[in-house]
């Protein structure tokens, strides 16, 4: 597994950069407060999920939001189930071993935690897996000059 330090702590240690990652823009470096639905799943909200997220992705990478739509809307049903599975867990009465086996409720949440991870590191969510600084360019050429068509052009000459 690749595991790369984040751009603030390696120039806080003076650790030479070797790949630019993207850095988190001046306004956003601030402590992040603890999500409502920490202390109750019932207050996780789908639609301010996939607005904070896509925010975070467009101001850190500047991507285009069609590009990690999908991307975004799975990573919230995966915390939806995460959320429904602890609620159905502390409904349960908070059962680990239920008749002899691992309780359906936490296996649900583990492979939806599991989920979220994979998730979050392919969208460049935590801070290891913080995807390069690019810039996107246009192409400097047209799509008809860099693929080869035959000559079209007939000379009009006799």
Request: hydrophobic residues 40%; proline residues 8%.
């Amino acid at each position: 597994m690749n595991i790369q330090t984040p751009i603030e702590v390696r120039k806080a240690l003076g650790i030479r950069i070797r790949t630019r990652l993207a850095e988190i823009p001046a306004d956003m470096l601030k402590p992040i407060p603890q999500a409502e639905h920490a202390d109750d799943p019932k207050l996780f909200n789908r639609e301010q999920f996939i607005k904070e997220t896509s925010n975070f992705i467009e101001r850190v990478y500047g991507y285009e939001p069609s590009s990690y739509q999908l991307m975004v809307w799975l990573l919230a049903e995966e915390m939806q189930t995460f959320m429904d599975a602890t609620l159905g867990f502390i409904e349960s009465g908070s059962e680990i071993v239920v008749n002899g086996k691992q309780s359906p409720w936490l296996k649900v949440r583990d492979i939806a935690t599991m989920n979220i991870l994979r998730l979050n590191r392919e969208l460049g969510l935590t801070p290891a897996s913080r995807l390069p600084a690019t810039t996107i360019e246009k192409p400097a050429k047209d799509v008809y000059e860099v693929l080869p068509f035959p000559a079209t052009k007939q000379d009009s000459s006799p």
